[in-house]
């Protein structure tokens, strides 16, 4: 229970057989933050000051250090940011945990014995998160960044002019900078529940025991990602989501098919809902919900808020250097990723309205180009995927059939479910589909959506299209080894060509055809 | 096989059309013209229903199976009801701004179950008295009276108020929260709604709120079927019971070469195809037993379910290709396409009913049956009593398929007209 869970925290302030005494928290913290860290001494001018050491920091750093840029990095917390923490890869780890106990449990569909009553051991799965934070924390350690020749300062940056930046008192002059601070879980602002605690993902990942009951607030792709988890550890999860419609931005099938999926994992998802107050009732939390004209309160014994995230641009006295924000959307970028100071570019969660791992990368580099080497690239000529890691995953490319619609584009889907394809069949995945959405007449891609087990690692055959212009009809020759889910895009690719076939080719066949039968 | 007479086929579909009007007749409160929603006892009225009983009284005057004067009886009951009831709209009022609340009290007809002010179901109401507005035509002080009373109806629904200065008309209201809208998501049964709305004389919606209701539409090629995509087939077929959609396009039809009612035909092939698939490895699935649709369906409580392995998913809209299914088919699914695909819907309704006969007694279509969900005594689900909406949409469009006699009635209807003009509709008999 999450008193349990908080009281666990406290007791690991005071040591003992705890998570932070482990050898791999050990290894984590000596990488992403030495205790024994002393700053280097500024050089007199940095090619490049980035601030934040986040994914899209880490990126920007080491891309600039490898082409021969002196480089400071400045990092509050931990190296790694919210990716390698308490983000991606924390969570996904547990989310593969979650699956290995949803498949037991239901393995009589696999052709398996079932063990009824499998006993979920969450604190095992959290050491297994650990250690596998502590793996990956190995690449961008301090040590190591510093090895590629960027000096890493670790405190709280603070602009003191268009070109000169402090940290822990030492002044720091730069050509270019970079912010990279991210973002933040944001707060709702529900009376009662500060008072009464509450986890978002900034501390979900210290917990040592699986909460009883949980409500996350959010219907989001972080809500659901950690609602399915943690229901499938046990825990009686419900979802409560304000908008009445289930993942909103998402593609109606999509939000279906993973409405369904959460059903049957016996998640409560409560739409169009309002969490109106919450109090603490002893080691429980009680939790008022309005509906419409309904109400109704839902006792649990932790709360997940999973209502997005807020970009960091606290604290950094942005207007000395000139820099625009606004707290909601975070510094104000063009397309090039520069801010309103010429000298400074933004990356990553401090600037995009898409908080993704892959956007803060790819945005990184692009500022780093547009900064140090007179590149031109545009933030908006990149195709970004992005995947909601629940099961099945939803991933997501390019443009939605409702916005080219709203944008006058016509355009034809091609569908195929993924009880058509013999992989998914031979796997018990057959739920969820390939829709790939062509201009329509042609076969141009200009979006899809993918949902499937593994809809992460199928959406990128559809990006790398749409990136190198290739069209639908081309990918149906595309050999897929068989048997593979991916084949199911090469089925909408068939189904392109049989609808639509190109006039030459067609005008081929018919040829060949008419030979034949003289 | 013998092959099926076409006397034969008359037959069936009589009988069938037959049981489907008598539902109504066996259902309406004399005193208000209020139609129970099911046959369940102490069931509320369901405002569609009554807009369904008022479309199919015609369609028994015509086949003598009522005298003229008791459908028009029925109908002005009905009608009167509507247009004294109270407008306030209170929590026990009937409605508010000319629509009215989804379910009412079958005596008092004031508002229950809290239900919300419902704009689709207030619509398929007023098409109810539209169409028995355009077959009583005659002189007589009652037929002229019924018709002043349906226009009234119509001309009061505010179809402006109902866009809640939004884009779109919201999808329904209440007194203790004010308008619900849970987005329009693509296609729908709503055409006749917005037709409805864009004909009004007095409270039209915005112009442009049939292209931003359409603006969701999917164009999908599934199973090497292109179409516009719905996965439940009662959206392909409500708004069919009044407008005849063959040859007539609106902007998107016509810029992908089809209409409704063949995109309503494709729906039928997309159907069977997932049933041959039956990827849920359902009992009873094949191109000849199909009827995924919003209908009744067994619950986790109901007798013969405890062993059934999966979840039940009871009254919804079930659909293909992605559910929900849980083995539950509407038997009367088949009937009620029969005018889009007549050879595969007649084959289909003969070869449900063999198999599966308890589901159709007396030629009257149960809401749904499950045939892989036995009971101790070796019998399979049935959805007990009969649904008014089920009902009406086999007897409307049986009688679509053999007179056309309300797709003629409402093609002369000019609110209708306007409507469909208004929406971008062109071609065909418009």
Not at chain 1, 67 to 77: F, P, S, T, W, Y
């Amino acid at each position: 229970m999450t008193a349990m869970a908080t009281a666990t925290c406290m007791q690991r302030q005071r040591g003992g057989d705890l998570p932070e005494n482990e050898p791999a928290e050990h290894e984590r913290t000596h990488n992403v933050r030495p205790a024994d860290w002393r700053n280097p001494v500024p050089v007199q001018r940095y090619d490049l000051v980035v601030i934040g050491a986040g994914t899209a920091g880490l990126i920007a750093a080491r891309t600039a250090a490898a082409k021969g840029a002196k480089v400071a990095l400045i990092e509050r917390h931990l190296l790694g940011g919210t990716c390698l923490n308490i983000g991606c890869l924390p969570s996904k780890a547990l989310i593969r945990t979650s699956r290995i106990y949803a498949e037991m449990r239901d393995a009589d569909r696999y052709g398996a014995l079932a063990s009824p009553g499998i006993p979920a051991d969450f604190a095992l799965a959290m050491r297994r998160v650990r250690q596998i934070r502590a793996r990956a924390s190995r690449s961008d350690s301090a040590q190591r960044l510093t090895a590629a020749g960027v000096d890493v300062f670790f405190g709280q940056a603070a602009f003191t002019g268009a070109d000169s930046l402090s940290v822990k008192g030492a002044i720091l002059h730069f050509a270019k900078a970079v912010i990279a601070t991210g973002a933040r879980p944001a707060t709702p602002s529900i009376p009662g529940l500060a008072e009464a605690g509450f986890l978002t993902n900034e501390n979900a990942f210290e917990l040592s025991e699986a909460p009883r009951r949980l409500l996350v607030i959010g219907g989001g792709p972080l809500g659901c990602e950690m609602a399915q988890a943690f229901c499938r550890f046990g825990v009686r999860t419900v979802i409560v989501q304000k908008r009445p419609l289930f993942l909103p931005r998402e593609e109606r099938d999509a939000a279906q098919v993973l409405s369904d999926a959460f059903a049957r994992d016996g998640i409560e998802v409560r739409l169009n809902t309002r969490v109106v107050n919450v109090r603490a009732e002893g080691t429980r939390k009680v939790v008022d919900l309005v509906s419409d004209d309904y109400e109704s309160t839902v006792t649990v014994d932790a709360i997940l808020a999973g209502t997005g995230r807020v970009p960091s641009v606290h604290g950094l006295a942005l207007e000395a250097a000139g820099i625009d924000y606004d707290r909601r959307h975070g510094i104000h970028v063009d397309d090039f990723l520069r801010t309103s100071n010429p000298r400074v570019y933004a990356a990553g969660d401090a600037c995009l309205a898409h908080k993704f791992n892959d956007t803060a990368d790819a945005s990184a580099r692009i500022a780093v180009q547009n900064a140090l080497f007179h590149a031109r690239r545009r933030w908006s000529s990149l195709t970004i995927p992005w995947c909601t890691y629940t099961d099945p995953e939803i991933a997501h490319v390019g443009l939605y059939v409702r916005h080219a619609r709203e944008r006058g584009i016509p355009v034809d889907t091609y569908t195929v479910p993924m009880h058509d394809v013999d992989r998914a069949i031979a796997d018990d995945e057959e739920t969820g589909f390939v829709k790939i959405t062509v201009d329509e007449g042609t076969d141009r891609i200009r979006g899809a959506t993918i949902v499937a087990r593994h809809a992460g690692e199928m959406i990128s055959e559809i990006t790398l299209a749409i990136e190198a212009r290739i069209g639908l009809r081309r990918l149906a020759h595309v050999v897929h080894p068989y048997p593979t889910q991916a084949e199911a895009i090469r089925k909408a690719a068939d189904a392109c060509n049989r609808a639509r076939p190109a006039s030459r080719a067609q005008d081929l066949v018919s040829r060949s055809l008419h030979w034949l039968r003289r | 096989m013998d092959p099926i007479t076409s006397s034969e086929n008359e037959g069936l579909l009589d009988d069938v059309e037959r049981a489907a009007f008598d539902y109504f007749r066996h259902t309406v409160n004399p005193a208000n013209g209020l139609v129970a929603d099911t046959t369940r006892e102490h069931w509320p009225c369901s405002i569609a229903v009554v807009g369904f009983a008022l479309s199919v009284y015609p369609v028994a005057v015509e086949r003598g199976w009522v005298a003229r004067d008791e459908a028009l009886e029925s109908s002005l009951t009905a009608l009167r009801f509507f247009r004294d009831s109270d407008q306030r709209g209170a929590p026990d009022s009937t409605g508010y701004n000319g629509f009215y609340y989804h379910f009412l009290d079958m005596r008092s007809g004031k508002r229950i179950w809290r239900s919300e002010l419902s704009m689709i179901d207030t619509a398929i109401l007023i098409a109810g008295a539209l169409t028995v507005r355009m077959y009583f035509g005659g002189e007589t002080a009652r037929e002229a009276e019924l018709r002043e009373i349906a226009d009234q109806l119509y001309r009061r629904v505010d179809w402006r108020w109902a866009q809640n200065s939004g884009r779109t008309i919201m999808q329904g209201w209440k007194p203790e929260s004010g308008f619900l809208h849970y987005g329009w998501e693509g296609y729908s049964e709503s055409i006749i709604l917005y037709v409805l709305a864009l004909g009004s004389p007095t409270h039209p919606p915005a112009p442009d709120t049939y292209e931003a209701w359409t603006a969701t539409y999917q164009w999908e090629n599934l199973y090497d079927i292109d179409f516009l995509y719905a996965g439940p087939l009662f959206i392909h077929q409500f708004s069919h019971a009044w407008i005849d959609f063959r040859g007539i396009r609106d902007p998107f039809m016509r810029a992908k070469r089809s209409d409704y009612f063949e995109n309503s035909r494709r729906a039928v092939l997309v159907q069977r195809e997932y049933m041959r698939r039956n990827p849920g490895e359902f009992i009873g699935y094949d191109e000849q037993c199909w009827g995924l649709t919003a209908c009744d369906g067994p619950n986790a409580a109901d007798a013969g379910t405890a062993n059934a392995g999966r979840r039940l998913f009871g009254y919804t809209a079930r659909g293909v290709p992605y559910g929900p299914d849980d083995g539950t088919l509407a038997g009367w699914a088949a009937a009620a396409s029969l005018p889009f695909a007549p050879e595969i819907a007649l084959a289909t309704m003969r070869t449900m009913a063999r198999r599966y006969p308890e589901m159709v007694l007396d030629h009257r279509y149960a809401s749904a049956f499950n045939p892989g969900l036995i009971d101790s005594d070796g019998r399979f689900w049935i959805s007990p009593g009969y649904y008014g909406l089920d009902q009406g949409i086999v007897a409307t469009m049986i009688e679509n398929h053999r007179t056309q006699l309300i797709w003629r009635l409402m093609r002369n209807c000019a609110y209708i007209v306007t409507g469909l003009r208004r929406a971008g509709f062109a071609g065909g008999w418009l």
